[in-house]
């Protein structure tokens, strides 16, 4: 297997050129393989991504996520300046495990992962409902509205965006977020799990939900972007119909087992599509 700096010097600069668009292509650290992991910061630069979202981790350290220590904070801020690679997002997925609509300690998780996110100076934070916490019934989802709104005013304080990434309509999306009324709330939009999971239209559910509804984006598929079933150019035509700026995030897997050759592969096909 080729080292992620073995693979670079085999291809030429052009094929690691950020693409010029107003989107732009970044990419989560445990993607990378470094979760939580300051080192992912370079990782992502050296593979030509134009952000990075960061884990904040699920095992607590003293009953705070792992992200909460000041040094590894400030590490993860010192790569980001240093490479002048933004960190877009926060993903804080101990909220597979406390869920936010009946378990009480997903509000205290949340709002550490608020804090931060701030510290570290990333714009959105990621929070996920999926699994045993997905929202699969009206009242569910009625559930969630209480404790969005509490969060979303720290949010406000904190100026970041919560990012609601979740397995329901976008009929249903827009009527939580109506219901909770902070512009703190935004969709954290996933075509994979759209298309895969949960089986909508994921053109259609940008459009429904349309831009100043949705934060950012994670695109994967089951296999590499554009061979799968996920339809990436009806999506980014959407996102171009609806005038959308920001990133797209990269979720996708390793096929081949090699991460840092199939990440580039998945961006050299996405990038052009820009």
């Known amino acids: 297997m080729l080292t992620r700096r073995a693979l670079l010097a085999t291809l030429p600069a052009a094929a ?86 009946n378990d009480p300690e997903a509000i205290r998780w949340s709002s550490e992962a608020i804090q931060i996110t701030r510290n570290i100076k990333a714009p959105i934070l990621m929070m996920v409902f999926f699994g045993d916490c997905a929202l699969n019934t009206r009242a569910e989802m009625d ?25 329901i309509k976008a009929e249903d999306d827009l009527r939580i977020l109506d ?41 994967k598929d089951k296999g590499f972007l554009g061979e ?9 035509k959407a996102i171009h119909d609806i005038n959308w700026q920001g990133n797209i995030v990269l979720e996708t897997g390793s096929p081949t087992k090699n991460i840092p050759a199939d990440l580039l592969r998945n961006r050299q096909y996405l990038a052009p599509l820009l």
């Open 16 to 101: 690691l050129a950020a693409p010029k668009s107003k989107l732009k292509i970044g990419v989560m650290d445990v993607i990378l393989g470094l979760g939580s992991n300051p080192s992912s910061v370079q990782a992502a630069k050296d593979l030509g991504f134009d952000g990075l979202q960061v884990t904040l981790g699920r095992q607590s350290t003293s009953g705070r996520l792992p992200l909460s220590s000041p040094e590894t904070q400030a590490r993860f801020l010192a790569e980001s300046q240093r490479l002048k690679l933004p960190l877009v997002s926060t993903y804080i997925d101990i909220l597979h495990v406390h869920c936010l609509k």
């Open 143 to 167: 559930a969630v509205i209480g404790p969005f709104k509490e969060l979303a005013r720290e949010a406000e304080k904190a100026k970041i965006t919560l990012g609601f990434e979740n397995t």
């Open 179 to 219: 219901a909770v009324g902070s512009k703190a709330l935004k969709i954290f939009y996933d075509i994979g799990n759209a298309t895969n999971l949960y089986k909508v239209d994921p053109a259609a559910e940008i459009r429904a939900l349309g831009k100043d509804r949705i934060c950012q984006f994670h695109f």
């Open 228 to 236: 799968g079933q996920v339809d990436v150019k009806a999506a980014l």
